[in-house]
C-alpha cells in the first residue's frame, strides 16, 4: 500500500469515527480507532492536522473534535 492510500485510508477512518459517534470525538479515541487500523501517531497527527486545515474537522472544544458538512461530503467521496 502506498503513502497515500494509507493516508487516504487513515483519514475515511478518522472521519467514519465522527460521523458514527454523532459527528464529535474526544482525541484519544480517535487515536486508537487509528492506532487500530494500523497507523502510527505521527500519520494520525498529521492526518487530523490535514482534515482541520481544510475544513473537514472542527475543534468543538478543548480535546474535542468534530465533522462538518464539508467533511461529510469528502467522507462520501472516500
Do not use: D
Request: aromatic content about 8%; hydrophobic content about 40%.
Amino acid at each position: 500500500m502506498s503513502l497515500l492510500e494509507e493516508k487516504l485510508l487513515l483519514a475515511k477512518t478518522v472521519l467514519s469515527c465522527l460521523e458514527k459517534e454523532g459527528g464529535s470525538m474526544r482525541w484519544t479515541p480517535l487515536l486508537k480507532s487509528a492506532l487500530r487500523q494500523g497507523g502510527t501517531p505521527h500519520t494520525f497527527q498529521s492526518i487530523m492536522g490535514f482534515l482541520m486545515k481544510k475544513g473537514y474537522v472542527e475543534r468543538a472544544n478543548r480535546g474535542v473534535y468534530r465533522i462538518t458538512a464539508k467533511g461529510t461530503s469528502f467522507l462520501e467521496s472516500l
